[in-house]
């Protein structure tokens, strides 16, 4: 069974660092892309960033580009964001997802929140 | 960026069809597929993959939904509606990156 589970979430006061991990079991981590999502309260959701299989290329959304880092451990079977410059536009719940070949979002973790507030 | 517009709300009876559109800005079609996937989500969970490319159901989902379209324009329906299919449904297209439409809430009249 494929199982995402999140870690690291909290509150972080504006400007302040955060680092989100995911632990994945269940399938061959190293052999699939990975991404966050993420849901302001209330709101739709909001792809955030993706790594391929073996780390050798990301890429991301706009607003993030610069401030976070997405990275992965193949050997832990762990996926990682870091985010740095945090902004109260960053509170959200962030998900772990795997991306499938076609590429879509083919499983979800349950989700972190992170509150960005002073 | 490719935008996909939803509309916010839908109502509809138990036992009735319920369709929701999805229109992006763009076309998200590539070598004769749509890079068009719809999700539910029931509040205080995670998303759940119903339909990919366009029209294909994914596991384990009942066959009283379906997905058509492509281009620009897609469509979820449920027919019939059950009283467990109260949730926010969003699309969501990867032929450029990834983005989600803004969902639209399923209720019950």
């Known amino acids: 069974e494929v199982q995402l589970v999140e870690s690291g979430g909290g509150l972080v006061q504006p400007g302040r660092s955060l680092k989100l991990s995911c632990a994945a079991s269940?399938?061959?981590?190293?052999?699939?892309?990975m991404a966050w999502v993420r849901q302001a309260p209330k709101k739709g959701l909001e792809w955030v960033a993706t790594i391929s299989y073996d780390g050798s290329s990301t890429y991301y959304r706009d607003s993030v580009k610069g401030r976070f880092t997405i990275s992965r451990d193949n050997a832990k079977s762990t996926l990682y964001l870091q985010m740095d410059s945090l902004r109260s536009e960053d509170t959200a719940t962030y998900y772990c997802?795997?991306?499938?070949?076609?590429?879509?979002?083919?499983?979800w973790g349950q989700g972190v929140m992170v509150t960005v507030s002073s | 960026d490719i935008v996909l517009t939803q509309s916010p709300a839908l109502a509809v009876s138990l036992g009735q069809r319920a369709t929701i559109s999805c229109k992006t800005n763009q076309n998200v079609d590539y070598y004769g597929n749509s890079y068009m996937h719809w999700y539910q989500q029931k509040p205080g969970q995670q998303p759940k993959l119903l339909i990919y490319l366009a029209s294909n159901l994914a596991s384990g989902i009942p066959a009283r939904f379906s997905g058509r379209g492509s281009g620009t324009d897609f469509t979820l329906t449920i027919d019939p509606v059950e009283a467990d299919d109260t949730a926010t449904y969003y699309c969501q297209q990867s032929r450029n990156l990834w983005t989600f439409g803004g969902g639209t809430k399923l209720e019950l009249k």
């Open positions: 997802a795997r991306l499938g070949d076609l590429p879509l979002f083919d499983y």
């Open positions: 269940g399938f061959t981590f190293s052999d699939y892309n």
